[in-house]
């Protein structure tokens, strides 16, 4: 990239939001993808959205590639930039307006996701949307992914909350689609195909989204099987029973192991899986379900089922699963985190193909995840100075993502296609898929500046 | 360089939210995830170390809220501090670096004696006709920093006025050595003189070897590892002589050094059993909150605990001391948001990054202020030092004060001066 062209740049963002140097570039050439690393020409900072519109114009009529980045810590290599420029939104962190009457928060893209949840539950309200990064990750992010979370199975994910967005698109032009009316149906609904869009078709710069009263009470249990078969069918019974509980997480044998031997949380060594589950609303209600929970989970010969009676017992019941990702990351230097996801019915197969994989390829797969909507965490313990376990690693994956794929599932969850995912796309997608994807691209970004090369 | 740490670090950017200066910066220079990516990139040879480099890894407060947060126990802090600490033993240290690290603070009598000008400075009064004449602005910014941020000096360092035994009251129930910290010591002498009184009022015979030494905390953040291990040989030695229950220190900063012994000295038997012993004072108090609750007197006070980063992301601690402030009758206890966010202090951070520790400091002192407390209550003397002049600037209702002064002053019925 010519150096004037970088000075102007500067010249829009202001000289301390604009990093050129070798150092601040070097870092910027990752998020949180294994293995993906790709080098940006400069990263801008902006504080304002006509800086975002100016930088848009300038880029389109140069040719130079566009790719947004919130805090970076997408797990599909979305947010890299190969000799691009990079647009991270965490300046732009203002909450705009809670609207209480009519149930709506808006926002700028950097907001960090956990920052509006504090803001709403203060006023009694709630955003359910809780990625694992929610603590980091920004809202701008979430919107571009679609993030899911740990309460997908009740209150769904982000595009269920996103009612309306201001976007930059690829040429400067600014596009509002949706708002706060709650039924509008006046052309393409466009909002929803902007949400996971991976930054492939625009730049949000104001998200309005959608609230709900919060919950007013929650029961949170904890219950241990010594096979796999039992608690998946526990899952499949909960539902069944017509309780749609907000969290339904389960860990596997491998996870179990490595918990024990990290947080001695005095987890028995013959267990199966454990399942998480918390049940939410009002109180009669919680009650009448946790109830119901616990008969399921005892007909299903659980080997230790336990209800907290304080939120300090809560948390400590949820600890094995809080500490999954860490128990797992601290076997082995290099983790992989993967979200095969499967229709629920089917996580006893796809965790029997996870093992499989596993064993077929010699390597250890540890597995926990969202039991309930079926979104699996399949998380490889390796090394990635040992070139051939990591290719193990990957060819094991390739069986995993088809398995989910002939489950009836997808090859992501909650990550996205990214880079690392792009190979696998065609598989699920299809010819036509891929031809109605590119269309919709082509139709936004003509010239295909805006974070080329990513999902396609 | 610990390869195998650097490695470890899976960038899921955890550390992002609880970074300070990540906080203040937004920038991936600014984080924990990029100074490993760093030093990742400068052991493969990709960067060199360069000033704009060394510029980025600097700013690193070492305060550890990055090893708290992290999934897969990298410690950034530790790391960064390592990076210099290697530097510094190809490099050598610097002429005044040197003559304070190995000629002062091992020998606390020519520290306490160093320091005996500043008492008088503050003595006869021209601290404050010099402050008056805005004196201290002729000189560097570093000195106007380090003269704003002293509080009056006791008029002798404690370890020359405290007895060497402190006796138990009523039944002996162990023995404790205590570790003197050198601030505290030297600043704090009333706090540690609290520590003790209340030590000694649960039973405990509380020996403070005059012969003790620095910690050997300001050589590892000078990068001194050798210096450090001389001053561990030497507290190992005059502590190992006694027979203690525990080693006892209210300087969460010493705390967290003293430790890492076992590690400091290659896991020598000794090192390991000496670290093993030690206790922050608020730990072992917290053993016996039945025995206390009889003893503590009302105090009316609103208080909010200060979680320094020494004792909460060093060494863990963060319940023991709420449920020691819990038992004093009459006080409220509230908590501040991101009470375990760093103050700004950071060692000698302060003076060496001064517009990011204030902009770290504003951020505290705006956490303080949203609960309203009278007291802020921490357990770390860089922590009284550096909130001491940010409140005195920006929050004058608010007092700072150690924790064990707050519960002697319960103890004794008498409200905190």
Redesign the interface.
């Given at each position: 990239m010519e150096p004037t062209f970088i000075d102007t740049l500067r010249g829009i963002v202001g000289p301390d939001h604009t990093l050129s140097d070798r150092e601040s570039l070097a870092l910027y050439g990752y998020d949180s993808t294994p293995e993906l690393e790709a080098r940006p020409a400069v990263v801008l900072l902006p504080g304002h959205r006509d800086e975002i519109i100016r930088v848009m114009e300038l880029c389109h009529g140069a040719g130079v590639s566009v790719t947004p980045r919130g805090s970076g810590t997408n797990l599909s290599g979305g947010s890299l930039s190969a000799g691009g420029v990079v647009i991270q939104t965490s300046r732009m962190n203002r909450i705009l307006e809670l609207d209480e009457e009519n149930l709506t928060a808006t926002v700028e893209p950097g907001v960090i996701t956990s920052t509006l949840h504090r803001e709403v539950e203060r006023r009694g309200l709630f955003y359910p949307p809780d990625p694992g990064s929610m603590n980091i990750s920004t809202l701008g992010g979430n919107v571009a992914e679609n993030s899911g979370g740990l309460r997908g199975l009740k209150y769904g994910v982000t595009a269920d909350y996103v009612m309306g967005l201001e976007t930059v698109l690829a040429d400067g032009s600014l596009l509002t689609t949706g708002g706060k009316a709650v039924k509008d149906v006046a052309g393409y609904t466009t909002t929803p195909l902007l949400v996971s869009s991976e930054g492939t078709l625009g730049l949000f710069t104001a998200i309005t989204v959608k609230l709900i009263p919060k919950p007013r009470t929650k029961a949170t249990m904890l219950a241990h099987f010594t096979t796999m078969e039992e608690a998946a069918l526990t899952v499949s019974a909960i539902i069944a029973a017509k309780v749609i509980p907000a969290t339904l997480e389960f860990l596997d044998q491998v996870t179990i192991r490595c918990v024990e031997a990290y947080a001695h949380v005095g987890l028995p060594l013959d267990v199966a899986a454990v399942l998480l589950i918390e049940v939410d609303g009002h109180p009669a209600v919680v009650a009448e379900e946790a109830a119901a929970v616990e008969a399921i989970c005892r007909g299903h010969r659980a080997s230790l089922f336990q209800t907290a009676a304080t939120p300090e017992e809560a948390l400590n019941l949820a600890t094995a699963r809080r500490t999954a990702l860490s128990a797992l990351a601290r076997v082995k230097p290099t983790t992989i985190l993967e979200d095969a996801t499967v229709p629920r019915s089917c996580i006893a197969p796809m965790l029997q193909a996870i093992q499989d994989a596993a064993d077929r390829h010699r390597v250890t797969i540890g597995t926990f995840g969202h039991a309930g909507d079926g979104n699996l965490h399949p998380t490889c313990l390796t090394d990635e100075r040992d070139q051939d376990e990591i290719r193990r690693a990957h060819a094991a994956f390739t069986e995993i993502f088809e398995a989910a794929i002939a489950l009836g599932g997808t090859i992501t969850g909650e990550h996205g296609v990214g880079l690392a995912k792009k190979k696998y796309l065609p598989r699920l997608v299809g010819e036509t898929g891929i031809r109605i994807m590119r269309g919709i691209k082509a139709a936004f970004d003509p010239q295909g500046t805006l974070n080329p090369g990513k999902i396609f | 360089m610990d390869e195998?740490s650097l490695?470890?670090c899976?960038?899921?950017?955890?550390c992002?939210?609880?970074c300070p200066t990540y906080r203040e910066t937004?920038?991936?220079?600014g984080s924990p995830r990029?100074r490993v990516?760093?030093l990742r990139?400068v052991l493969e040879g990709?960067?060199e170390q360069?000033e704009?480099?060394l510029g980025?890894l600097a700013l690193c407060l070492d305060c550890q809220a990055c090893a708290t947060a992290c999934?897969?126990?990298v410690n950034a802090g530790s790391l960064v501090a390592e990076f210099f600490g290697e530097r510094t033993a190809a490099q050598g240290l610097g002429g005044m670096e040197r003559l304070i690290l190995r000629h002062l603070l091992p020998h606390p009598d020519r520290l306490e004696a160093a320091t005996t000008p500043l008492r008088l400075y503050q003595r006869v009064g021209l601290q404050r006709l010099v402050r008056r004449m805005g004196f201290l602005k002729l000189f560097p910014p570093i000195i106007e920093r380090m003269d704003g941020l002293l509080p009056s000096l006791p008029s002798r360092p404690l370890r020359q006025t405290i007895d060497e035994v402190t006796p138990p009251q009523g039944t002996e129930r162990g023995t404790v050595g205590f570790f003197l910290g050198c601030v505290m010591s030297l600043v704090f002498a009333e706090a540690s003189r609290a520590s003790i009184q209340l030590l000694s009022a649960l039973g405990y015979r509380v020996i403070t070897p005059r012969e003790q030494v620095c910690c050997g905390a300001p050589n590892m953040l000078a990068g001194d590892l050798e210096g450090l291990r001389g001053e561990a040989r030497r507290n190992l030695s005059v502590f190992g002589q006694l027979q203690v229950d525990y080693i006892v220190t209210d300087c969460g900063g010493c705390g967290a050094e003293l430790k890492r012994y076992g590690h400091h000295l290659d896991h020598l038997p000794e090192a390991e059993a000496f670290s093993a012993k030690v206790r922050d004072i608020s730990q072992l108090l917290a053993q016996h909150t039945d025995e206390l609750g009889t003893m503590l007197q009302p105090l009316p006070v609103t208080v909010t605990w200060h979680d320094a980063c020494h004792i909460a992301h060093c060494q863990g601690i963060r319940r023991e001391p709420r449920e020691l402030l819990r038992l004093i009758p009459g006080l409220e206890l509230r908590e501040m948001a991101d009470a375990d966010a760093c103050c700004g202090s950071g060692g000698d951070y302060n003076l060496r990054q001064p517009e990011m520790a204030d902009r770290v400091l504003a951020r505290k002192l705006e956490s303080i202020a949203t609960t309203g407390a009278d007291v802020v209550v921490t357990g770390n003397p860089g922590c009284l030092l550096q909130l001491r002049q940010g409140l005195a600037k920006g929050l004058p209702q608010t007092r700072v004060q150690h924790l064990t002064e707050l519960l002697a002053a319960s103890l004794t019925g008498q409200p905190p001066g």
């Open positions: - | 195998l490695i470890t899976m960038r899921c950017g955890t992002l939210a609880t937004y920038l991936e220079s990029g990516a760093l990139k990709e960067l360069s704009r480099l980025f999934p897969s126990g």
